[in-house]
């Protein structure tokens, strides 16, 4: 009886130890699948935020090759206009030198002529200045030098309304002429060819023995070819050899003639 109550017992507790065994079993599964779930979540979340950063990356490189590409065709463009800059400085320097030497040609000529005339009416030749027999005064010449300063500066409007000026203060003064021919040369100055051959015929109708008259017909000559008349600026310059031979300007005038003949 006893024998078999023991064996029943030592049945009872292996029963309960193998169910404990297979309980255990089954917990030890279980919590093994946990962390794999677990870890198959964080390398999830690993492989997610490595794709994220990944995508940055991809990100800024294209950007950065962006700025590159742009900050070479910046350099490039900053080289185009260094080199148009430089380009544009010698051009202007060119002009500015032209222009300059154009206006003392301009003040040589009109400086010598003056001397001519001075030298003249020394000598007794009452056909240098027919309109007038005085020496200019010194308030003329004050005023005179003073528009004619204007020309020098390039302020060629300034100086048609200066020298324009002096012809009504100063009509009969002996420099009429000259700031006459000085209106026609500041309206060339500044393009305005057809009010600048009207001044110059205005010289030639007032003053036409002045030792200016045959600038000024060069001068028409120069604003008619300028505008492209051709035609009118040979007649003009033929007229002026016919009427001023012994000039300096009837000398340009036959170079010019020459050089018409050759084209």
């Known amino acids: ?142 005023a005179y030098q003073a528009a004619l300063d204007q020309f020098k500066m390039g302020n060629y409007p300034m100086a048609v309304s200066a020298m324009q000026g002096f012809l009504v203060t100063y009509p009969s003064s002996a420099l009429a002429p000259n700031a006459q021919y000085w209106v026609g040369m500041a309206y060339s100055g500044q393009r305005d060819y057809k009010n600048a051959i009207a001044a110059q015929r205005k010289l030639l109708q007032t003053w036409p023995d002045s030792q200016k008259a045959s600038d000024a017909m060069l001068s028409i000559a120069s604003a008619q070819e300028t505008m492209g008349d051709r035609k009118a600026a040979q007649k003009t310059l033929e007229e002026l050899v016919g009427k001023y031979p012994t000039s300096s300007a009837a000398t340009s005038a036959k170079q010019r003639l020459a050089a018409f003949s050759r084209r």
């Not at 029963?15 to 404990?20: D, E, F, K, S, T």
């Not at 206009?81 to 040589?108: C, I, P």
């Open 1 to 142: 009886m006893r024998l078999a109550s023991v064996r029943l017992l030592l049945a009872a507790l292996a029963i309960g130890a193998a169910h404990n065994a297979f309980a255990q079993g089954l917990f030890d599964d279980a919590e093994a699948r946990r962390r794999i779930d677990t870890l198959r979540q964080q390398m999830d979340a690993n492989q997610r935020g490595i794709d994220e950063r990944l995508a940055k990356i991809e990100s800024v490189s294209g950007n950065r090759d962006a700025l590159l590409e742009l900050s070479s065709q910046l350099e490039s463009l900053r080289s185009d206009l260094a080199r148009m800059r430089g380009q544009l400085e010698v051009l202007t320097n060119q002009a500015e030198n032209a222009d300059k030497r154009q206006k003392d040609f301009y003040l040589d000529i009109d400086t010598r002529l003056r001397k001519l005339e001075q030298a003249r009416e020394q000598g007794g030749d009452a056909t240098a200045r027919p309109s007038a027999e005085a020496e200019p005064t010194p308030a003329e010449n004050r």
